[in-house]
């Protein structure tokens, strides 16, 4: 088998892993309900990481033979490789990502004054339980164990399959993570500001465990995708990262957890960090 086709098939078999764990543990909740009924004392509402960590052994047992498969499959097991990457790789694009910035921050401000109680109210207004369980998808996804398990499989399967794209973005994602993470929990601490679901509106101040701005989840989801949207040569790949980021960010805002104009500074603060750690690559034809 080429490396190519194992490269795909690995993609492949990481996304069915990534979705499992987004509805961990309602496959095996359904499966129950249809065969035995016993008392699992879990539920579809069971999140992994949170409710249910006795559970959360099975999924992790199924990450760790697809682990061995990937290494097992690979060509090469060199890690020194991508600490040589980070290395040579260079910030770049500070004026455009300083101006990208200001623009935002311009964007925010008028949407924090002008939009955000309006939008709540309106996220208010549609709610339903087919949106409830879109949100409940959507922050599972952005949440948890989901963004460090993107990094590591980029990581470990562009270091066995000898891909140096798949290991560039690796680097660049767990830089631009940790450096937006980082960023957004000092803001959170300045702004200190009251999330919609306390219902207090979009200009009180909060204690340290109820800041709202700007969005964790969101920051996180932008960083890692802005990594594919400045890097990859594929556009699906760069318009799937977006919409799935989007998607994260949106469900925030539906989710009552915070205001528009947080979801919005947190999309521009993980995109200007993305793009000032992303390496410029010329477009090659690989796969993705």
Not at 30 to 55: K, Q, T
Not at 179 to 203: D, N, S, Y
Not at 215 to 243: D, E, K, N
Request: proline letters at 5%.
């Amino acid at each position: 088998m080429s490396t190519d086709a194992k490269r795909r098939i690995a993609a492949i078999a990481f996304v069915a892993l990534l979705l499992l764990s987004v509805w961990w543990p309602s496959p095996l909740v359904s499966i129950n309900r249809l065969c035995c009924n016993a008392d699992l004392a879990v539920d579809e509402l069971s999140f992994l990481g949170r409710e249910a960590p006795s559970w959360d052994i099975a999924f992790w047992c199924l990450a760790g033979l697809f682990l061995i498969a990937l290494l097992q499959s690979g060509e090469g097991r060199d890690f020194r490789e991508p600490w040589q990457q980070l290395r040579a790789s260079r910030f770049s694009h500070v004026r455009a990502a300083a101006v990208a910035l200001m623009i935002g921050a311009a964007l925010v401000a008028i949407i924090w004054i002008f939009a955000d109680a309006a939008v709540t109210a309106w996220a208010e207004r549609i709610q339903s339980d087919t949106i409830e369980d879109a949100i409940r998808i959507a922050n599972r996804l952005g949440g948890g164990m989901n963004p460090a398990l993107l990094v590591f499989f980029f990581l470990i399967a562009g270091v066995v399959y000898r891909h140096r794209r798949w290991t560039s973005y690796a680097m660049a994602m767990a830089l631009a993570g940790l450096g937006a993470g980082l960023l957004a929990q000092i803001v959170k601490a300045l702004v200190g500001r009251t999330r919609p679901e306390l219902w207090l509106g979009p200009f009180h101040r909060a204690g340290p465990s109820a800041t709202s701005f700007p969005s964790g989840h969101t920051v996180g989801a932008f960083a890692l995708a802005g990594v594919l949207v400045f890097a990859s040569p594929s556009r699906t790949l760069r318009i799937v990262a977006l919409l799935l980021a989007a998607a994260v960010g949106l469900s925030r805002i539906l989710a009552f957890r915070h205001w528009t104009s947080d979801v919005v500074a947190s999309a521009v603060l993980g995109l200007v960090v993305a793009r000032l750690v992303t390496p410029v690559t010329k477009p090659v034809p690989a796969l993705d």
